[in-house]
């Protein structure tokens, strides 16, 4: 219901844009974030906005990705307008490279279920795909092309969700620990904070990777495994791509700033957050041999980041049984991005209209059967 009091745990970009939909649809929203607002995997993301590439699984997962996507385009002008902040949305597309016999067999199948979709999406020779980026290594059998896909600042669209919020009534409160639930039975009631207790109709745990510790309050393990991820930025001009240029685990994306975000890694390393040398120079050796120029480009930033691991590498959304009044927005792995739009009008559905039914494939309670 409107008027609902709703705490969200987490800062992110998932708690952010919950803030966002709920304050939007008239609940009275405290976010509580331990640090800065993203200062965890969200201010480190490539900020892909690309619903075809991120392996989601078929059926539902797929189906939300696709949804968010469209969404997330769909209120990126009065997000924009409200919050004052330029996203950077750029639309360049994905070209995912082929350069070994089982890549190609893998970009092909994906050829198959994705080429229905609509979505332009399609297969490139080696020389249409040299064509496409000439600056591309050598060795390129082929290319799968995918058109309409997209990247932004994620650093700015997780500042843009929080400043509407608070534009629209939120109350951000940043450098504020949640250190545990308040219950009563089975009732979630609020949160503990070190300047005391604050009462909630809804709890929301938007707390990324670190959802377990927050599990641990209800004597729960959640699901939920930090996979760390490591990305640098590069200087180059001009800039030898001009689309996003993807093979196995690396990509570069050109960012509107210039600036060629590489990445990446996937370590499950529990809660290291920094960067290694074994981590970045193997990003720079995939960069390079798929686009030599990168070479010489000037050397940025170096990130990593805990991206929140799930099993079926899906979100988990909705509530946790036997508990009321608790509300889980968690687990979104590599595509918290793009999930962030879908998640927060769900939990907002959920929390002030009574209807969690789009939840349900995302609930926690796939995971005991
Ligand atoms: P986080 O951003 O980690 O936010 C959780 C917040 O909760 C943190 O700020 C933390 O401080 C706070 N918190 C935790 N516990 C507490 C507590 N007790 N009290 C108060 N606050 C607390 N996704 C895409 O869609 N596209 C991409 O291109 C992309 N690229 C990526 C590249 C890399 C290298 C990485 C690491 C991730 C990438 N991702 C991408 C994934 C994306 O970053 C994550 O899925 C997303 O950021 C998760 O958001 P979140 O809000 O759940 O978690
Ligand atoms: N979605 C890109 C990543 O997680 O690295």
Same mark, same amino acid.
């Given at each position: ?5 709703? &705490? ?27 640090? $800065? ?12 906005? +690309? ?23 769909? &209120?990126?002008?009065?997000? %924009? ?46 020389? =249409? ?33 929080? %400043?509407?919020?608070? $534009? ?8 504020? =620990? ?13 949160? $503990? ?27 729960? %393990? ?18 030898? &791509?001009?689309?996003?240029?993807? #093979? ?6 050109? $960012? ?8 990446? @890694?996937? =370590? ?6 920094? +960067? ?71 939990? @907002? ?13 995302? +609930?926690?309670? #796939?995971?005991?059967?």
């Amino acid at each position: 219901m409107p008027g609902e009091r709703v &705490i969200v745990i987490g800062g992110g970009v998932i708690g952010c844009s919950i803030a966002y939909h709920l304050a939007g649809a008239g609940a009275t929203v405290t976010l509580v974030e331990r640090g $800065k607002v993203g200062s965890g995997a969200s201010d480190v993301a490539a900020g892909m906005v +690309a619903a075809l590439s991120e392996n989601l699984a078929l059926g539902e997962p797929l189906n939300l990705a696709l949804h968010s996507r469209a969404m997330l385009l769909d &209120i990126l002008p009065s997000l %924009q307008a409200e919050s004052g902040i330029d996203v950077e949305y750029r639309s360049p597309g994905i070209l995912h490279v082929a350069v070994t016999d089982d890549e190609e067999r893998e970009l092909r199948s994906r050829l198959e279920w994705q080429e229905p979709l609509g979505m332009g999406v399609r297969w490139l020779t080696a020389q =249409e795909a040299y064509r496409t980026e000439p600056a591309l290594g050598e060795g390129v059998r082929g290319a799968l092309s995918s058109p309409n896909e997209g990247h932004l600042n994620s650093r700015r669209l997780v500042r843009a969700y929080a %400043q509407a919020a608070a $534009k629209r009534g939120a109350d951000i409160l940043q450098d504020t =620990e949640v250190m545990g639930l308040t219950l009563q039975g089975s009732r979630v009631t609020g949160v $503990k904070l070190a300047a005391g207790e604050m009462e909630a109709d809804w709890v929301v745990m938007a707390s990324g990777a670190w959802a377990t510790r927050c599990g641990e309050w209800l004597g729960l %393990q959640l699901p939920v495994q930090p996979v760390r991820g490591q990305i640098v930025s590069a200087r180059i001009l001009p800039s030898p &791509i001009s689309s996003i240029v993807w #093979r196995g685990i690396t990509y570069l994306v050109p $960012k509107a700033d210039g600036a060629i975000v590489i990445g990446t @890694t996937r =370590e499950w390393v529990g809660f290291k957050e920094s +960067a290694t040398l074994r981590g970045v120079s193997g990003i720079l050796a995939g960069a390079i041999e798929l686009v030599p120029a990168v070479a010489d480009a000037e050397l940025g930033h170096v990130w990593a980041g805990l991206r929140p691991g799930s099993p079926d590498d899906a979100p988990m959304l909705g509530p946790i049984d036997g508990w009321d009044g608790l509300l889980l927005a968690v687990g979104h792995y590599r595509s918290g991005i793009l999930l962030s739009a879908a998640t927060g009008k769900l939990i @907002t559905d959920c929390i002030t209209r009574g209807d969690g039914t789009a939840m349900l494939p995302f +609930a926690l309670s #796939r995971f005991s059967s």
